[in-house]
């Protein structure tokens, strides 16, 4: 009885290996092939990991394949954006990684990102990171309010 046992546990995947199979096939899609939707899955699926796990495949997605919110998750990784309780996202960061968030932020909000567009709306407009300009702060929110509309809302 023993034995069969462990005849049967070796034949049994877990639900662990299953899942990190489905990481890696869609890394692979997403990174390889550039799959959007692929991406968006793991987005979701790393929601709640430690950016650090993200950050590689989200640069990697932003670079090879020009994915606008590949973009802004390159600076969510970085900042830790939604764990952080204060407004200074890039405090506890060195100039190379700040430089880093900065550029991915720019990027993002470049492609139309409107996540991206507020973010860097914000930053002009309280003067935070770049000298204060309450004209591109609103030009930036402009941008992402024309972009919002064009998008279909059904219910």
């Known amino acids: 009885m023993l034995l069969s046992n462990c005849e ?3 034949k049994s995947i877990s639900t662990n290996q299953i ?3 489905n990481d890696v096939s869609l890394i692979e899609l997403a990174i390889d092939k550039g799959d959007t939707k692929s991406y968006d899955k793991l987005r979701i699926e790393y929601m709640d990991s430690p950016y650090e796990s993200f950050l590689d495949i989200s640069t990697k997605m932003a670079n090879k394949h020009d994915y606008k919110s590949a973009y802004i998750d390159v600076f969510y990784c970085l900042t830790n954006y939604y764990q952080k309780k204060d407004d200074d996202l890039l ?3 060195n100039d190379s990684l700040k430089t880093k968030a900065i550029k991915y932020l720019n990027l993002a909000a470049e ?3 409107v996540n991206a567009l507020e973010i860097l709306s914000k930053f002009y407009s309280d003067g935070i990171y770049f000298e204060e300009n309450k004209n591109l702060a ?3 929110l402009m941008k992402r309010d024309s972009i919002l509309s064009t998008y279909d809302i059904k219910k």
């Open 8 to 10: 049967n546990s070796k």
């Open 19 to 21: 899942e990190m199979s």
């Open 91 to 93: 405090k506890n960061l």
């Open 111 to 113: 492609k139309g990102e």
């Open 138 to 140: 609103k030009e930036l």
